[in-house]
């Protein structure tokens, strides 16, 4: 599906025939059939078949994580699963990025940096940062789970951006920068780490003036 072989709308071939390519047997492919039908990616029709509902399951993914509300619960969650997971990228950046990648992080700051002095919203360029960080990994399954989250991040970042310090959100990212040139993996734990607490602290404001 992914590749393109099967589009929107087509049957799945009989179950037979796919047992034999996959090498499976019938209950390991209706477990898969049944995964995939979960996440809305495939479809079951009584009485005609399996069909494919959509080719884009990242989008699937995406779509069910918009559906989360922010509120409490689901902000520290995301904290959570952000901070453990940024900081193994982070981890990995600090050995594996080139050249290359830490001027484009550096570039994506000094447009963050603009924007605040002309007191426009850098929201965007905070999410892209934390992108561009994953790619540095070289570790596609963190890019990839990091990019399913995007979506919700947008949201979180457009929420709580009246209540930020612009300069400090800004340093605290300049902070991983050179903690990544140092090639010092504990540097850049750290520096994700305050980071993370200071969005913790934003929380804590928005908490109170709610």
Avoid at 1 to 15: A, M, T
Avoid at 93 to 121: D, F, Q, W
Avoid at 136 to 161: D, G, M, Q, T
């Amino acid at each position: 599906i992914k590749e393109g072989y099967l589009k929107v709308g087509d049957r799945l071939p009989p179950e037979r025939e796919l047992c034999e390519k996959f090498q499976v047997s019938r209950t390991s492919l209706r477990e898969g059939i049944k995964s995939l039908a979960h996440l809305g990616i495939l479809e079951s029709i009584p009485g005609s078949g399996v069909y494919v509902r959509t080719g884009f399951p990242r989008k699937v993914l995406q779509r069910r994580l918009e559906e989360f509300k922010i509120d409490e619960t689901t902000i520290s969650s995301l904290i959570e699963f952000r901070e453990g997971i940024e900081s193994f990228i982070g981890e990995l950046a600090s050995e594996r990025a080139t050249k290359e990648e830490i001027n484009e992080l550096e570039k994506v700051v000094a447009r963050m940096e603009r924007k605040r002095e002309k007191g426009s919203s850098f929201a965007r360029e905070e999410v892209e940062f934390h992108e561009l960080l994953a790619r540095a990994s070289h570790n596609e399954f963190c890019l990839k789970v990091l990019e399913s989250i995007v979506p919700f991040i947008v949201r979180w970042v457009y929420a709580r951006e009246v209540v930020i310090n612009p300069e400090r959100v800004i340093s605290l990212h300049r902070s991983i920068i050179e903690s990544i040139k140092k090639r010092s993996a504990q540097e850049v734990r750290k520096s994700i780490e305050n980071h993370f607490a200071h969005t913790r602290e934003v929380i804590k404001k928005i908490k109170s003036e709610s």
